[in-house]
């Protein structure tokens, strides 16, 4: 069975304290790997998408990177503003979505 | 600007209503979502749509309903068969539908939040 799993639930940094967080996988047939920023009421905002093991992308702080098991999403020197639930997606015939880590940086 | 409109932002209904939420999308997307979204799970795909006049059951279609008779709009009606309805319900659309190759991943609405009263 299709399966995406985030750790940790929850994450608290100080503000400038460097984190990763993850988002393991079992899937057949990966199609894309997606992180998604979603912010409280509010729809997901899309962040980056990774289609193969190796590949990384960067976004001001953060950096998402792939491994063919897992996806670590990194945050440099997170900002009070980066507070926010992130999800993970990966794509096969459809989207499948964990649960979510919500980061809650204090300043 | 592009994007996804749902309405309303929030919606309150009474036990054995029928209500229907809006998604609108203006940038010539093929496919359309509709996921739920309950505290401390995953989003849960309701239904889906990858062209017009065409749908398909996700994982928990049941007490839901969709129509896609314009590619701009997916409108989802909550039935009084949901028997647990109160949730945030998300629109999303992608350029095309889950087929073979590269998945092109979502652009989403900012949400309906229903609570039944």
């Known amino acids: 069975e299709d399966q995406v799993t985030q750790s940790p639930e929850a994450l608290r940094l100080q503000e400038g304290e460097s984190s990763s967080l993850n988002c393991s996988y079992t899937?057949?047939?990966?199609?894309?790997l997606f992180w998604y920023r979603q912010d409280p009421g509010k729809g997901p905002e899309f962040l980056f998408t990774l289609y193969s093991a190796g590949e990384e992308k960067e976004k001001e702080r953060l950096k998402a990177t792939l491994t063919k098991k897992e996806s670590f999403l990194h945050i440099t020197a997170p900002k009070p503003e980066d507070s926010a639930t992130y999800l993970c997606a990966v794509g096969t015939d459809k989207l499948i979505f964990g649960t979510g880590t919500r980061l809650q940086v204090f300043p | 600007d592009g994007g996804i409109t749902q309405s309303p932002k929030y919606l309150f209904r009474k036990e054995g209503q029928n209500v229907t939420l809006s998604c609108e999308q203006n940038l010539n997307h093929d496919a359309m979502y509709w996921y739920r979204q309950d505290p401390g799970q995953g989003l849960r795909l309701i239904y889906y749509s990858q062209i017009v006049n065409d749908f398909q059951k996700g994982d928990i279609a049941e007490g839901y309903s969709v129509s896609r008779e314009k590619k701009e709009s997916f409108p989802l009606t909550v039935t009084s068969a949901q028997k647990n309805p109160t949730a945030f319900y998300l629109c999303a659309s992608s350029i095309r539908g889950p087929r073979a190759g590269p998945h092109y991943g979502y652009t989403f609405g900012s949400g309906t939040r229903l609570t039944v009263v």
């Open positions: 899937v057949s047939g990966l199609r894309g």
